[in-house]
C-alpha cells in the first residue's frame, strides 16, 4: 500500500509515523508513506498555502492552487483509490472505515488546516471526508495520523500474531475482554484461574462472556448491535 499525506505542517506527522508499528511496516516494506509539505508547492514568493476568506469573518482558507498542483502531480505517477480529506464535519470515522480503506493500494490524504480548504478543492479532488470524532483539532494532521495507524495495523503481515486485528475491540461489535500476565499473583491480587488452566476452549468461552459482559455495560449502543447481528 502507498499512504501520500498532503500537509501544511509535515513536522506533526514525522513522529507518529516513524514509530513502532507503522515505522515497523514502512521498514517491511508493506506500506511506503510519502509526506508532502503544502508550500513546496505554493507559487507564491511568500510561499503562503491561506488566503483570507471570501465574504469575510476569521480565519484563513487553505488555497486551491497548491493542493491542486500537489495532487495533480501525485496522479501522474500513482492511480489513486481515495483522496481523503480530513475535516471535522466529514463523517466519523470507525472500524468499518479503517477495514475498507486497509482493502485499497494508493491513497492520499489531505489534511485540512485553519478554516478548511477552499470548497472547490472538495468539489473537484476530494472522494471521501473523515471526521475522527465530534471535537474540533488544530488541524487536521492529528487525525491523518489515527486513520493511517489504523489503517496500517490492518495490512497483511504489520502484526506478528496474524489473528491479532480480528480480536480487537470493535472488530466484532463487541469491546475487548480483561487481559492478565505475570506473575500469576500481584500484590494480593490473583489471576481468574480459568486463565491459567490450559483449557483452551473454556478459555475462549470465559473470554467471550467477559467481552459481551464489558459491551454490555459499557456500550450499550453496541451491544445492541452485536444483538441485530447475532439475530439475523
Ligand atoms: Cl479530521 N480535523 C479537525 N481539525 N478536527 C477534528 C477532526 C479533523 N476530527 C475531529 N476533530
Same mark, same amino acid.
Given at each position: 500500500?502507498?499512504i501520500d499525506i498532503?500537509t &501544511?505542517l509535515p513536522?506533526?506527522?514525522e513522529?507518529p509515523?516513524?514509530d513502532s508499528?507503522?515505522?515497523?511496516?514502512q521498514t517491511?516494506?508493506?506500506?511506503e508513506?510519502h509526506?508532502?509539505?503544502l508550500?513546496?508547492?505554493?507559487t507564491?514568493?511568500?510561499?503562503?498555502i491561506?488566503d483570507?476568506?471570501?465574504g469575510g469573518g476569521? &480565519?484563513?482558507?487553505?488555497?486551491?492552487e497548491?493542493i491542486a498542483?500537489?495532487?495533480?502531480?501525485?496522479?501522474e505517477?500513482?492511480?489513486?483509490d481515495?483522496v481523503?480529506y480530513?475535516t471535522?464535519d466529514?463523517d466519523?470515522?470507525?472500524q468499518?472505515?479503517?477495514n475498507?480503506l486497509?482493502?485499497?493500494?494508493?491513497l492520499?490524504i489531505l489534511? &485540512?488546516?485553519y478554516k478548511?480548504?477552499?470548497?472547490?478543492?472538495?468539489?473537484?479532488?476530494?472522494?471521501?471526508?473523515?471526521?475522527i470524532?465530534d471535537?474540533?483539532?488544530?488541524?487536521?494532521?492529528l487525525?491523518?495520523a489515527?486513520?493511517t495507524?489504523a489503517v496500517?495495523?490492518?495490512?497483511?503481515?504489520?502484526?506478528n500474531?496474524?489473528?491479532?486485528?480480528l480480536t480487537?475491540?470493535f472488530?466484532?461489535?463487541?469491546?475487548?475482554?480483561?487481559v492478565?500476565t505475570?506473575?500469576?499473583e500481584w500484590r494480593?491480587? =490473583?489471576?481468574?484461574?480459568?486463565l491459567i488452566? &490450559?483449557?483452551g476452549?473454556?478459555? =475462549?468461552?470465559?473470554?467471550?462472556?467477559?467481552?459481551?459482559e464489558?459491551t454490555?455495560e459499557?456500550r450499550?449502543?453496541?451491544?445492541?448491535?452485536?444483538?441485530?447481528?447475532?439475530e439475523?
Open positions: 500500500m502507498r498532503i &501544511g513536522s506533526l506527522l513522529s509515523l516513524n508499528i507503522v515505522k515497523r511496516s517491511k516494506g508493506i506500506v508513506i509526506l508532502h509539505d508550500r513546496d508547492y505554493s507564491d514568493k511568500h510561499k503562503n491561506d483570507y476568506a471570501f476569521a &480565519g484563513m482558507v487553505m488555497s486551491a497548491p498542483t500537489c495532487i495533480d502531480a501525485l496522479s505517477n500513482c492511480a489513486y481515495e481523503i480530513t471535522p466529514g466519523t470515522f470507525n468499518r472505515t479503517a475498507r486497509s482493502t485499497f493500494k494508493n492520499i489534511c &485540512g488546516h478548511g480548504v477552499d470548497q472547490r478543492i472538495r468539489d473537484k479532488y476530494i472522494t471521501r471526508e473523515i471526521s470524532g471535537y474540533v483539532l488544530s488541524g487536521g494532521e487525525a491523518a489515527v486513520i495507524d496500517v495495523r490492518l495490512l497483511p503481515g504489520v502484526l500474531d496474524e489473528t491479532s486485528a480487537d475491540t472488530q466484532d461489535d463487541l469491546l475487548a475482554p480483561p492478565y505475570r506473575p500469576a494480593g491480587m =490473583e489471576v481468574p484461574p480459568i488452566s &490450559g483449557n476452549p473454556a478459555i =475462549e468461552t470465559w473470554r467471550m462472556d467477559k467481552a459481551m464489558r454490555k459499557r450499550p449502543d453496541l451491544w445492541e448491535k452485536f444483538n441485530q447481528q447475532s439475523s
